[in-house]
């Protein structure tokens, strides 16, 4: 494809001439991001860019001073990978067929957007029919304010516990976020390398709210699920979270815990509504 500077933001077919190849352009020029897939095939890994959500300033500081009781952090560096606060907020649908997210900063402001790509009509259908998709492959991208993805989540078909494979949009693996029970409180290992380095722990057996410590068990961040209204949680599927960050983190673990956020809703909540 030729590309110029009015071309949309989005996934074009290798301009290398990689066959089988999406390359992902900005708006004004080619970047490292590759994605497995055909232009124009139902199914494939086209995910095209969309503005990322707006939200109101004023209903996200309620939800996180007041919902979620976190306290005002200080100021950070306006990225995914640099706020003390995120703000994790689905997209409400009467039918959820596929998830999608915005993130904000603890003062409303958009840092991002997460999108399931990779789903195909079966998939959609089984959403719609039955709970067989918790069955399936899921993947998601954690993709910054310009559309630009950072992350990518895939979540391997599964049977009774959940499984997250955390890696960057060039296949680089970053890390797994494993579920390590079924019954009573759940709880997730954050590995890296083989190695554990963190754990992700439910707070009660409804798995409501999560405490994220590192490999000596001290906590360094929490997830807050915010109650949007009885009317609202009984009509729609959407899940909002606050992840609050306590200290800086080195990578991967900051990547891990990013993650978390869209890991709770997309490993566990989807499919095990009883939990929640």
Known sequence: MTTHPNTPAGWYADPQGTPNLLRWWDGAQ??????????????QAQAPYAPPPVADPAKIQRQVQQQAK????????GTLFTEPVLVVNQKAKLIELTNEYG???????????????????LKKVAR??????????????????????????????KFVKSRVVVERPNG???????????????????????????AIKAENWRAWNFAIVDHTGAEIARITKTWEGLAKTMF???????????????DPLLSLVVATALTVDTALKQDARGFG
């Open 128 to 157: 719609f029919v039955s709970s067989l998709d918790q069955f399936m492959t899921h993947r998601l991208e954690i993709r910054d304010v310009h559309g630009q993805p950072h992350l990518v989540l895939t979540r391997p078909r």
């Open 103 to 121: 993130v904000f900063d603890q003062h409303g402001n958009t840092l991002g957007s997460v999108v399931q790509v990779d789903q195909s009509t």
């Open 172 to 198: 680089q693996p970053v890390g797994e976020i494993v579920q390590q029970n079924v019954f009573g409180k759940i709880n997730f290992s954050i590995q890296a390398g083989g190695h554990e380095v963190g």
């Open 30 to 43: 080619w970047t490292e991001h590759t994605h497995p897939g055909q232009p124009g095939l139902p199914g």
């Open 236 to 250: 729609t599927t959407a899940d909002n979270y606050v992840l609050q960050i306590h200290r800086q983190l080195p």
């Open 70 to 77: 976190v306290a005002p952090a200080g100021p950070g560096g």
